[in-house]
């Protein structure tokens, strides 16, 4: 065993802690036809039915389940100021920096660095940076597992608990859990460093570069348009559990009559029986079950319905030898979700869709989760009458999914699959079709798809359980024109419908060129969900009555291609500045926005298969700099503080009809 990796059983290698989702996926992403050893692998190592008629039980290392405190279960939260170095000659693993930080500043734990800073070297960061901070682990009388839970880590990390190498993660969007019980000390403090890097490459998610400055910094180009912040951008909690432990579960639902029937699936590491109870708002059991797979009746059940959520908790205990082994309590919502021809069904009934792409984005704290500005981002959604957001173009913070789920919202979830396109400016190539390459068949591809496929498995595997969660995106704005597209993407769709227990509806956010006479793709969608800027990108200004013809005419030819599925607008939108005004208008002007929009919706209202609209965006966000961008992107309807442009008003108006 190498020197500082932890000894004990119940450890990875680090090397293989990226492979957490299937062990050997490291060895076999070189060769080809990873899906298909991937299925097979997770089809051998499926425990249990998952209780529901599709959708495989993800058989994740360590447990994705949102840290909770009860009776049996221990959660402390790490979060606030933790030490923090930049390492640009990358020297800190020579120079063993996970043994403790030298010559540190303080850092916000949850935040971007980025916008910290107030000077530009620091703030356009290229590279490794190192956090540290300390945690006391209780002694607690009961035996337990002890594990650090990081919302996310951006872009790729490893872990180091007292100068151990704990675990490693690639990904920065996602949850990456930790087992620290081999290495910490109960009873003690303990130090906890974290090497990060927010490098780009073609090989892992989103997708950039790394350009070479000639003062000898690194500088990253991101193929996509928002700023590359990275960080800890998520809480940090050390969560304990029993030996003995409830790993995951999932649900599903049946609508007969007036009652519901709740499927589950239960994962534990042991033997002991399961018993799961239901308890309605009032905290009365309206049904119980043993066994980890079964169902629950819930007569006359309450529905959980657009803007008008009902949230149910599930519990779910192991119990032996008359004594409670452990219990996991969440919410959960009963409804359904269904594609019919070319309507989206909740719970039977058509829904059309109102609202956003968003990002995680703001002042300072950059892609730092904040609850206030979660929550002021609810209350304006609310106001303009929409009832959707897409995730564009990441899983957010679990906190966001708790917030819609309680708010009856509707969610797009969508996989860091953006960049796929090696070009600076992929936005507005993508807007206009004009720049274009064959990204699916280069040679980075086999590791791509590895890490394309190890998100869409942690995302499902994070957020399945959510009522607001309706439909999953699998990419956004991606070449999907040649055959190596389709092939590329067929394997990431097949995997994705394996594992949603739900067998929720899937889809991608498609650019211009995936044109109905081109794309390969959207047949693979259950829903369509195209992204254009006609008026913006195309035929702007004087010339928006051009953007109007060009805009019905491909509409047209969507509807002879035929393919009886409901199509959301993902994203139209247009450039706006916050203070200025013009009559007549011009781009970039408030009154532009207004009229960009009425054309919008001309072209929505004309064809029934359009089944919602989300703009792009709903607050202006933070770029990279270039000619395109003035101080970010301006096409919120709210501006970066979360203020109103005139558009909001017009879409409050709309929304608040349909
Ligand atoms: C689309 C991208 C989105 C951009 C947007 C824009 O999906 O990330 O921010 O264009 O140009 O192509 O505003």
């Given at each position: 065993m190498r020197k500082g990796r932890q000894k004990g059983v119940s450890l990875l290698p680090a090397t293989l802690?990226?492979?957490?989702?299937?062990?050997?996926?490291n060895s076999i992403i070189e060769e080809k036809g990873i899906l298909n050893r991937k299925v097979k692998i997770l089809r051998k190592i499926k425990s249990r039915e998952s209780g529901g008629k599709r959708g495989t039980q993800i058989?994740?290392?360590?447990?994705?389940l949102y840290p909770q405190a009860n009776e049996k279960r221990l959660r402390i939260s790490l979060d606030g100021a933790w030490k923090f170095r930049f390492d640009p000659e990358a020297k800190g693993g020579k120079e063993q920096w996970q043994n403790g930080l030298s010559d540190t500043i303080l850092m916000p734990v949850?935040?971007?660095?980025?916008?910290?800073?107030?000077?530009a070297h620091s703030r356009d960061y290229c590279g490794d940076f190192w956090y540290e901070t300390e945690f006391f682990l209780p002694d607690e009388a009961e035996e337990k597992e002890y594990f650090l839970r990081f919302g996310s880590l951006t872009h790729r990390a490893v872990v180091y608990c007292n100068g151990i190498e704990v675990g490693s993660h690639e990904g920065g969007f996602l949850p990456v859990v930790v087992p620290i019980s081999g290495a910490a000390k109960k009873g003690e403090r303990n130090r906890l460093v974290i090497k990060l890097n927010n490098e780009l490459n073609e090989e892992s998610l989103p997708c950039g570069a790394v350009h070479q400055l000639k003062d000898g910094r690194k500088l990253v180009k991101p193929y996509f348009d928002f700023y590359n912040y990275a960080g800890i951008h998520r809480s940090v909690y050390l969560v304990s559990v029993p030996k003995e432990s409830i790993e995951d579960y999932s649900v599903r639902y049946e609508l007969e009559g007036d009652d519901a029937l709740v499927h589950y699936s239960v994962r534990t590491n042991g033997t002991h029986p399961v018993k799961v109870e239901l308890r309605d708002k009032e905290g009365v059991l309206v049904a119980e079950a043993e066994g980890s797979t079964g169902a629950l009746r819930v007569k006359n059940a309450h529905l959980w319905k657009v803007r008008n959520a009902y949230l149910y908790s599930i519990s779910i205990l192991i119990m032996g030898e008359g004594k409670l082994i452990d219990s996991y309590t969440e919410e959960i919502g009963i409804r359904t979700v269904k594609i019919e021809g070319t309507k989206i069904l909740l719970n039977g009934e058509p829904v059309y869709l109102k609202g956003y792409g968003k990002h995680e984005d703001f002042e300072v704290i950059g892609r730092g989760f904040n609850w206030g500005v979660a929550k002021r981002d609810f209350e304006c959604m609310k106001w303009s009458g929409a009832n959707c957001f897409r995730t564009s173009h990441y899983p957010y913070a679990d906190e966001w999914y708790q917030m819609a789920d309680e708010e009856g919202f509707l969610v797009i979830d969508e996989v860091p699959a953006v960049g796929m396109m090696r070009s600076m400016s992929n936005f507005a190539a993508a807007g206009s079709g004009s720049k274009y390459t064959y990204f699916f068949e280069a040679p980075t591809v086999p590791k791509l798809k590895a890490a394309h496929l190890q998100a869409v498995e942690e995302m499902i595997a994070r957020d399945k359980n959510h009522p607001s969660v309706i439909a999953w995106s699998l990419f956004n704005e991606p070449e999907t024109i040649s055959e190596y597209a389709r092939e590329y993407f067929k394997d990431i769709f097949d995997y994705a419908r394996e594992l949603d227990p739900e067998g929720r509806p899937l889809t991608g956010a498609l650019e211009k060129t995936s044109s109905p006479e081109k794309c390969q793709c959207c047949d693979l969608c259950d829903f369509v969900c195209l992204n254009r800027y006609y008026g913006w990108y195309i035929s702007g200004g004087p010339e928006i009555v051009d953007a109007r013809e060009a805009f019905f005419d491909e509409m047209d030819r969507w509807e002879k291609r035929g393919l009886n599925v409901p199509f959301v607008f993902t994203e139209f939108g247009a450039d706006t500045l916050g203070m200025e005004h013009k009559l007549p208008s011009v781009m970039w002007t408030q009154e532009y926005q207004s009229e960009y929009m009425e054309l919008c919706f001309e072209v929505f209202d004309r064809y029934d298969f359009i089944q919602g609209e989300l703009v792009w965006n709903f607050a202006d966000f933070q770029a990279s700099e270039g000619i395109m961008r003035v101080n970010g992107n301006k096409k919120g309807v709210f501006t970066r503080i979360r203020q109103p442009k005139d558009v909001a008003y017009r879409l409050k108006e709309r929304w608040d009809k349909i």
């Open positions: 802690f990226c492979d957490l989702c299937v062990p050997g996926l058989m994740l290392k360590f447990s994705e949850p935040g971007s660095f980025a916008d910290m800073f107030t000077d």
